[in-house]
C-alpha cells in the first residue's frame, strides 16, 4: 500500500469563503466516511436489540450477554487499533479503512452461524479486529481534509454514523427478530457491508498529510514511542480520553441495554422497542452531536481552547436528572419524550473532543493520537460499561426482579459525573497543550 497524496490546497490560513468551498467539494468525501462509520455502528450495535432472541435461543445470563457485548468487542478493538493506526500514519489510510470494513462485516455475517456463547463471543472479537482500522485513520482524513476552524463539525457530521448506525442496526435487527430471525440480520448487515467497501475505496483518494497546517506538516515518521512521549507532556489528552471513557461507560452500556430495559419494564415487544429507540437515538443524537460541534467551532473562533472540554462537560451534568426521570417515569410514552435530552446531551462530546485530540499532536502523529484515544476510551467504554450494567443488574435482581435493570442504569449515572469531572480538568490544560508550530513531529 501506498499514499497517493493530492496536492496541497493551500496555507493554513483560508478565507471564510475559501472554506466554504472546500466543505463543499469535500462533501461526498465526508457522506461517504459517516456511510462507513454508519456501518460500523449497524454492525456494532445490532447485537444490542438481537439480545432479547439470543439470549432465549442460547440461554444466555445478563453477565454473558455484557461480555459478548462489550469486551468480547472491546479486547481486539482497542488493541489491535494502536498498531493499525501506526500503520496509517505511513501507509494509506483508505486503503486500510476499504479492507477494515471487508473484515469486519465478514465477521459480522459470521456471527448468524453460531450456536453457542463461546462461538459467539469469538464472533464478535473478529468483528473487534475489522473494526480496529476503521475510526482512528477517519479521524486523521477529516483532519487533512478540512481546515482547523471546520473541524469540530465535520467530525461531528462524521460521528452522526453513531446515531445512524446505532438506530438502523436497532431498528433493522428489531424488525427481523420479529418478523424473521436473528441470524438472518447478521447476515444481511454483513453482506451489505461487504459490497460497500469497493465503492469507499474508489471515491475517497488519499489526501496530503498536514495540507491544512502549514509549518506543523512533517514528512517524518514517527513510532509509538515517540507519539507516547509527546501527549507524555499534555495531560489535557489523558485527562479527555478518560473522560470520555467515563462516558461511554454510561453511552455504550445505555446503547446496549436500553431495548432490553424497554421489553422489560414497559412490556414492549421486540418491534416496538427497537423502532423507539432507535428513533431516540436518531433524533436526540444527530441533535447533540452537531449542537456540541457548533458550539466548540464558534468557541475555536473566538480563541477559547478550553471550551473544547468545558462544552461537554456542562452536558453531561445535565444529563443526569433527565436520565433518572426518564428511567423512572411510569409511562413507556413520557419515558420516551425525557429520554430525548438526554440521548443529546450525552453525545455532545464527540465533536468537541475529537477535535482537541486532533490539535494536541502534530498531524504525522495524528492516526497514532487517535488509537491511543480510542483504546482508552474503548477499553473502558465498550469493554467495561455493558458487562458492569449487566453484572449489577443480575446482581440486585433477587431483590427487584425484572426491574434490576432500571435500577443498574441508575448506579450507571454515576460515570457522567466522574466524565464531568475529568474533562473540567481539562479544560484548564488545552491552551498549552495544543500543538503549536515548534512541535512537528
Not at 307 to 322: E, N
Request: with cysteine; charged share 15%; glycine share 12%.
Amino acid at each position: 500500500m501506498t499514499d497517493t497524496d493530492m496536492p496541497a490546497k493551500g496555507p493554513a490560513s483560508l478565507s471564510p469563503q475559501n472554506e466554504d468551498g472546500i466543505f463543499r467539494k469535500n462533501a461526498l468525501v465526508l457522506f461517504m466516511l459517516v456511510l462507513v462509520y454508519t456501518f460500523n455502528f449497524i454492525d456494532r450495535q445490532i447485537i444490542g436489540i438481537l439480545a432479547v432472541p439470543i439470549k432465549e435461543d442460547l440461554g444466555l445470563s445478563d453477565t454473558q450477554l455484557g461480555l459478548m457485548g462489550g469486551l468480547a468487542f472491546a479486547l481486539f478493538y482497542t488493541s489491535l487499533g494502536i498498531p493499525i493506526a501506526w500503520l496509517a500514519d505511513r501507509k494509506s489510510r483508505t486503503w486500510i479503512m476499504t479492507i477494515s470494513l471487508v473484515v469486519w462485516s465478514g465477521m459480522t455475517a459470521v456471527c448468524g452461524l453460531v450456536q453457542n456463547f463461546t462461538q459467539l463471543f469469538l464472533a464478535r472479537l473478529g468483528v473487534g479486529v475489522g473494526e480496529a482500522g476503521g475510526v482512528a485513520p477517519a479521524y486523521s482524513l477529516i483532519a487533512d481534509f478540512f481546515p482547523q476552524s471546520q473541524r469540530a463539525r465535520a467530525l461531528s457530521i462524521y460521528s452522526f454514523g453513531i446515531p445512524i448506525g446505532s438506530a438502523l442496526g436497532i431498528a433493522f435487527g428489531g424488525y427481523m427478530a420479529s418478523k424473521v430471525d436473528w441470524r438472518v440480520a447478521f447476515f444481511v448487515v454483513g453482506i451489505a457491508g461487504i459490497l460497500i467497501a469497493p465503492v469507499f475505496r474508489m471515491l475517497v483518494k488519499e489526501p496530503k498529510r498536514g495540507q491544512f497546517d502549514g509549518a506543523l506538516a512533517s514528512e517524518d515518521k514517527p513510532g509509538v514511542i515517540e507519539v507516547v512521549k509527546a501527549l507524555v507532556s499534555k495531560p489535557g489528552f489523558w485527562l479527555l480520553s478518560f473522560g470520555a471513557g467515563c462516558s461511554s461507560m454510561m453511552g455504550y452500556g445505555l446503547f446496549f441495554w436500553l431495548p432490553s430495559l424497554f421489553v422489560r419494564s414497559f412490556n414492549l415487544t421486540i418491534l416496538e422497542a427497537s423502532t423507539t429507540f432507535g428513533a431516540i437515538l436518531l433524533v436526540g443524537g444527530v441533535i447533540g452531536i452537531w449542537g456540541g460541534g457548533w458550539l466548540a467551532d464558534r468557541s475555536a473562533r473566538s480563541g477559547k481552547k478550553a471550551g473544547y472540554a468545558r462544552i461537554p462537560a456542562i452536558a453531561f451534568i445535565l444529563t443526569i436528572p433527565f436520565y433518572m426521570a426518564g428511567i423512572m417515569a411510569p409511562s413507556f410514552e413520557l419515558a420516551m419524550v425525557v429520554m430525548l435530552v438526554p440521548t443529546a446531551l450525552g453525545l455532545m462530546w464527540l465533536g468537541p473532543v475529537l477535535a482537541a485530540v486532533q490539535h494536541l499532536v502534530p498531524p504525522n502523529m495524528r492516526s497514532t493520537a487517535s488509537a491511543i484515544f480510542l483504546f482508552i476510551n474503548n477499553l473502558t467504554g465498550i469493554g467495561l460499561g455493558t458487562v458492569i450494567i449487566g453484572a449489577i443488574s443480575d446482581a440486585l435482581k433477587a431483590s427487584y426482579g425484572d426491574e434490576s435493570l432500571r435500577y443498574s442504569i441508575l448506579v450507571g449515572t454515576a460515570f457522567y459525573v466522574a466524565a464531568a469531572a475529568l474533562l473540567y480538568l481539562a479544560s484548564r490544560t488545552l491552551d498549552r497543550d495544543w500543538v503549536s508550530a515548534d512541535e512537528r513531529g
